[in-house]
């Protein structure tokens, strides 16, 4: 049978050793006990299966202090970078729109973590199956991927990563996205659709056998966020006169770029969490400090970048452009950020930078209106992070092979391109069956009344900002 | 009595406040304003050029007796001066005023 680490609410320990902790039996079948009968009749499908389990289960599991102690630290990290999303949508927005894209943050992580915890956490980690795992629904049963770590904190670690994806698709649709159907596409994909291709990558599944390597999420997190952004983004169609009929583009100024730019900085902090978290563990300080310095250093060359290559363009450096350069280079570094170098991750960054005033100026001519930037940081870099593995990897390092630029051959490049097309792939075809579905169901879009107004009155009945005099300009 | 009206930049405000307390003309109101300009200017927003033809401007509102008008004015354009004289000042006959805590019109009222 199966040993049983975890029930789901708070373990009773006692301090055993300074580092192992020792479950008290008791005081773990009695919490397996009150979990079950809280839970509502019908809900679960597996209580006497667990309680049966519990009799076998393994009554002392050693955790490592100091890995659970980073994991949870990593996790509070990647959790507050939801105030960061939060801080640079609504800054990049108009004042009528800023609480209604707040509230698309809040709500989205709170799916996040329920959904992840009802489904999402079995999908991806439940069994070694190829395409879904399919054991631990509601954490019951569930089991650390991290050894000496609770699956608790692995839970958590886990489902903030799950919550990121869904909350870069706020941003992209921001300013014309219904909220009630926004709440039922953010569920979705946190509770299956990113699970499922986390599962291909990190749970176990078929790619995990292709060589591929994505260190904290290029792809599972940040490709697959992008594209949920970009199929979001394109069926529920361009904000009111962002395009005109002359070819032209509108601009449609954000109204508080000091908050824009707070929630930046926010994101690239939690982004310590992200990547140096995602060694699960302190077992080799020189790889956590390693990711930390290529976390430093790709998104740095990502504003510069971004920001000569606005200037040379457009003539002025652009600070929101800079913006989007620091998370390019976050989101660049992301899945290669532990097996390149310091040289590495700075090309890396520079790079991102073109990519990401690349992006912003293809998704005009293409007319996708991304209100933050949010497909040219998240989709278009999270693609270019999981290639530079490729290219930049190295194995002495930990990459399954040396890349390109070091001599091994296209063989890495090749992992990595068929694990981002796959996923990429499947993760915008899945978005495009479940928006349409919900399209046909309860529509995406607002009414033209409600977005002429602001989605701030009529979907929330507030005003972002009462009281204080919004000075329009043109 | 006469209403004056001044649209003015707001980088003006503070030259032009400080000649008309120098001249002794201390009533007046100030307001955030949109102006049009001469020719639209041109920025860029993330990469999409931005037309701006409304710009930020102040309008400053006094009422001065007939006698005083001369010198508001005067201390208008010398304050507007100080930072390139842009700006119009529109003048029109005032009817009435009136002080609303002893109810006193006319000019006594100003």
Redesign the interface.
Known sequence: MTAIRTPVTAPAIIISSSVHWTWIKEEYMERVARLVSCLPAGLLLVPSAVLAASEDAEQVTSFNALDTLWVLMAAILVFFMQTGFGMIESGLVRAKNASNVLMKNLVDFSFAALGFFAFGYAIMFGGSGAFVGTTGWFLVGAESAADGVPVEAFWLFQAVFAGTAATIVSGSVAERFKFTSYMLVSFLVTAFLYPVVGHWVWGGGWLGDYGFHDFAGSTVVHAVGGSCALVAAYLVGPRLGRFREDG????I?GHNLPIATLGMFILWVGWYGFNAGSTLGMGDPALVARIALNTTLAPAAGVLTAMTV?WV????P?L??ALNGALGGLVGITAPCAVVGAGSSIAIGVVAGFIV?WG??LL?KVRIDDPV?AIPVHGFNGVWGTLAVGLFGQQALGSPSDGLFLGGGFAQLGSQALGVVACVSFTLAAAWVMLKAVDSVMGLRVSHETELKGLDLDEHGVESYGGF?I???? | MKFVVAILRPEQLPAVKEELMHAQIQQFTVTNALGTVPRAEQRMYRGVEQRVSLKQRIRLELAVRDADLEIALEALRRGALEQGGHGKVFVTELVEVMTLWNGERGSRAL
């Open positions: 032209t583009v509108a601009p100024l606005a363009r457009f003539g002025k652009d929101s452009i005033v912003i100026d005009n930037g005099q000075f329009l300009t043109d």
